[in-house]
């Protein structure tokens, strides 16, 4: 059934009822509630959707669509670029073993790593010796030598400087991360912000 969170309280509250079908003939039927209206848009099976409400959810969509589970939403199609919503040439994607994606404009250093489930945005750079293992990062990002990053967002125009190590965070537009410092799991940099060489931020930090 697809209800209002009001049926599940009436057949919560109305205890004699033992099914939902009893609770549908004999009661809803002649209450209020069945003048209510809840609008739905019905998917087909081989259709891909989900919410995303929260970070949580926002990564775990993520993850479906870097490891191809919402194919053909995935970024080596062009699905997200169309002609008339987007200004300029569109990215140019190409997907690798490993479910690694990257714009044919993204520079990867030769000593430099990039593990499976990764993405680089247009323009982005990754020097020597830097391991990258799933993350994404977004267009015109800087990543310098010997980082170490992991199930990192990196939005647009981020600084990643020398030896900077980071789990599990999300990088907003434009922020800094001065050289040697380190990002604890599941930290939450605002745009704009800029983190001092060799600082240490602990888990979870916003």
């Known amino acids: 059934y697809v209800c209002t969170p009001q049926v599940l309280i009436e057949f919560d509250s109305n205890f ?5 079908e009893q609770l549908v003939a004999d009661l809803l039927l002649n209450a209020e509630l069945y003048g209510h ?23 775990a969509v993520s993850r479906d669509v870097l490891a191809r589970w919402a194919y053909p939403y995935t970024l080596d199609t062009h699905w997200h670029q169309h002609p008339s919503a987007t200004a300029g040439d569109p990215a140019d994607y190409v997907c690798s073993r490993g479910n690694t994606y990257k714009e044919a404009s993204a ?11 990764c993405a680089l945005g247009r323009g982005t750079t990754v020097g020597e010796n830097s391991v990258l293992t799933q993350c994404v ?12 990053l992991r199930g990192c967002y990196i939005w647009g125009g981020v600084v990643v400087e020398d030896g900077v190590v980071a789990s599990n965070a999300v ?12 990002v604890g799991e599941g930290c939450m940099i605002g745009a704009g912000c800029a983190i001092g060489s060799g600082f240490e931020l602990q888990p979870y930090a916003r």
């Open 37 to 59: 209206k809840m609008y739905v848009d019905q998917v087909s099976d081989r259709a891909y959707a989900a919410p995303v409400k929260c970070v949580h959810s926002y990564d």
């Open 107 to 117: 520079r990867l250093a030769r000593s430099a790593r990039l593990g499976s489930n």
């Open 171 to 182: 990088l907003g537009s434009g922020c800094t991360l001065r050289a040697a410092c380190k």
């Open 16 to 20: 004699d009822f033992h099914t939902m």
């Open 137 to 148: 990062v977004g267009d015109g990002v800087t990543i310098g030598d010997n980082c170490s």
